[in-house]
């Protein structure tokens, strides 16, 4: 792997540092995890919420770190080189960048940021990337690739140094584009801090981490900063739905500061926006998408007006990383998005399963009306919310669910360290509210055999919140659990 062959002292002046100690050593690793330090490497002690990174400082000692980076003094009777910094995440970036040799700057990088829509819009553009003949990678919450090798992701944006030495991966492999999610906590926490992203996209902003970023003001401002400049260079180039007002809102203000904007639409004038809209359970999606007056027929495997606006906002990256509108359409004929998005799980019955990532009141909401307009039948939907987060969003998903579902079964998501039965009362209060038909299940596999169980002709069961996650987190305990497994063997069950 290249990285910049560089003494601590060296990285010290380079990102600001005060150095005490011997700086003479060269280091070839940054990081923040005590669990990666080896010979050669920089530790960023970080205080964080829960976790205090200055705990671990003898343990990176004898692993063979060569210096400590810290907001604070040096403990006393430490020999080592310390950096002190004032601020221990910026700081990460800035020694992430440095030791990792810019990786960011040696490859076409797309950042992807917005409350909903994030993963399946990556998904996307690398699928656009591989039908343009680039071989690409992605950072996404489901997982991170390099061209055809996947890991698990471990979180939806990886910290600084995860993220550079990742890219400088992917640089050493031959990609030419990465694409990954920007999520606002990563962006408020300084994790994209030096990338230089030569897109960024903003999809939507709908109620979600209020319980982080208290306001949704504060939410606006963190996602804003992956466009104006606040996490380094500003992009080239943005891709921004103006359907959304907070989107209207962005592009505006970007323009007004002189930036480049590509608007999509589907309901009105942008630079991309899409007329003719089918969309059909069976047969997918199709649209003639219009792009800055030339128009080309789009037909996709994927289903929903959701999925409409990620793909114009994939056509947009991929316009301005330069690939044609024919390279486009073929490409979005293929893509089949990211798992668990409105994903169907098959079966010869007369009603369809689907499993949804959506775990906001407005993604359930777009979900809802999708299902409305695919079927004849009944929707009937499965749904939680996750404990220890954003409470204030419990009451409007019960709404949504209520308003929207002939009959809304509510269980348990990941309650983690909260009371289910609490969680599910509080959902189930916006239910109520919307005169809605409902049952309370706790255990989340009950719950999905029962809507399998009373499922006929025609109707259609939503199996809402995990998408992709294999897992339930239960207390402080995880256990697997994938509920497009648990669908398939609820359908087992079931008498011909």
């Known amino acids: 792997m290249q990285k910049n062959k560089l003494t601590v002292r060296e990285i010290a002046d380079r990102i600001g540092a005060v150095l005490t100690g011997d700086g003479d050593a060269a280091a070839s690793e940054v990081t923040h995890d005590s669990r990666q330090v080896g010979e050669g490497s920089i530790f960023i002690a970080i205080k964080g919420d829960t976790n205090d990174g200055h705990r671990f400082i003898d343990d990176v000692m004898r692993r063979g770190a060569v210096g400590i980076i810290s907001e604070q003094r040096p403990p006393e009777g430490f020999s080592g080189a310390w950096l002190r910094v004032s601020d221990a995440r910026a700081a990460h970036a800035a020694a ?67 993220t550079n030495r990742f890219l400088r991966r992917a640089v050493n492999a031959g990609c030419t584009v990465a694409v ?96 003719d809209v089918n969309v059909s359970l069976i047969d997918g999606t199709s649209f003639t998408m219009n792009a800055n007056g030339s128009k080309i027929h789009i037909s996709s495997p994927l289903v929903g007006i959701p999925h409409v606006y990620n793909m114009l906002t994939a056509a947009g990256v991929a316009l301005e990383l330069g690939y044609d509108l024919g390279t486009i359409r073929d490409g979005l004929a293929t893509c089949i998005g990211a798992p668990g998005r409105f994903e169907r799980v098959p079966h010869d019955r007369g009603f369809a399963v689907v499993v949804d990532y959506a775990h906001t009141d407005d993604a359930l909401l777009n ?78 596999r009950e719950a999905i055999r029962k809507a399998v169980s009373i499922a006929a002709e025609g109707d259609v069961v939503i199996i809402a919140g995990k998408g992709h996650e294999n897992y339930q987190i239960i207390g402080g305990d995880r256990f697997h659990f994938d509920d497009r497994e648990v669908a398939a063997e609820a359908l087992a069950l079931l008498s011909d």
Request: one cysteine or more; a negative charge.
């Open 96 to 162: 992430a960048d440095v030791v990792f040799g810019s990786p960011s700057a040696d490859i076409a990088l797309v950042g992807i940021t917005g409350t909903n829509g994030k993963t399946t819009t990556t998904y996307l553009c690398f699928g656009l990337a591989e039908s343009a003949g680039a071989v690409p990678a992605m950072l996404t919450t489901v997982e991170y690739r390099i061209g055809d090798t996947s890991e698990p992701a471990v979180r939806t944006t990886p910290e600084s140094s995860d």
């Open 180 to 275: 990954m999610e920007a999520s606002s906590q990563a962006l408020h926490l300084r994790r994209c801090d030096g990338l230089r992203f030569r897109v960024a996209v903003f999809t939507n902003l709908t109620r979600d981490h209020l319980d982080y970023h208290g306001t949704m003001d504060e939410y606006f401002d963190a996602k804003k900063m992956l466009f104006d400049g606040r996490i380094g260079t500003a992009p080239a180039s943005s891709v921004i739905n103006i359907d959304d007002e907070w989107g209207a809102r962005l592009a505006d203000e970007l323009r007004s500061d002189g930036r480049r904007v590509v608007t999509i639409s589907v309901s009105g004038e942008a630079d991309l926006s899409a007329s």
């Open 367 to 444: 979900t809802l009306r999708t299902a409305r307009e695919l079927t004849s039948g009944r929707i009937i939907t499965v749904m939680g919310c996750g404990g220890d987060r954003d409470r204030g969003k419990r009451r409007p998903m019960g709404l949504v669910t209520g308003a929207e579902s002939d009959v809304t079964i509510i269980t348990s998501d990941n309650p983690r360290n909260e009371d289910p039965m609490r969680i599910i009362a509080e959902v189930e209060e916006g239910v109520k509210e919307a005169n809605g038909t409902y049952f309370a299940i706790s255990d989340r």
